[in-house]
């Protein structure tokens, strides 16, 4: 009988502390890949884009949908939009708020910059 009680006295242990341990450590590091991924996506389309174009603008729409703050700003702090000239450089500020396994909220932020090297050049030669 104490080898059953023991047993049970363990699962109890291991459902009640353990089990909800590794489920938040499992989903807040879900969370926190896809952020990350997240960020290095935007920051790849605006290096290929040459600025905030429509595709960029798409891309941040849905994002925002999903709960992202996304901010473009240049070097003193001022938003920015439109086609960049080459050697501009572009701050993003990314900000993300998601519920954890228990409820509470997280938030998570990050920034980085693209050197805008070139400018995208459409299919009737206007940049």
């Known amino acids: 009988m104490s080898e059953k009680t ?20 499992f989903y807040v590091n879900f969370h ?10 935007v920051q790849k389309v605006m290096s290929e884009e040459g600025g905030i174009t429509n595709r960029m603008i798409y891309l941040t729409t ?16 001022d938003r920015m939009d439109g086609l960049l000239a080459p050697g501009e ?3 993003i500020q990314y900000k993300c708020q998601f519920r954890n396994f228990f409820g509470e909220i997280n938030e998570l932020t990050t920034s980085n910059q693209v050197h805008i090297e070139k400018r995208k050049v459409m299919p009737n030669g206007a940049p």
């Not at 023991?6 to 450590?25: K, M």
């Open 6 to 25: 023991g047993f049970l006295f363990c699962l109890l242990i291991f459902s009640v502390f353990i089990l909800p341990f590794g489920g938040n450590l």
């Open 32 to 41: 926190v890949d896809q952020f990350m991924k997240t960020t290095l996506d």
């Open 62 to 77: 849905g994002l925002q949908e999903k709960g992202y703050e996304i901010n473009f700003t240049n070097e003193e702090g």
């Open 89 to 91: 450089v572009v701050h």
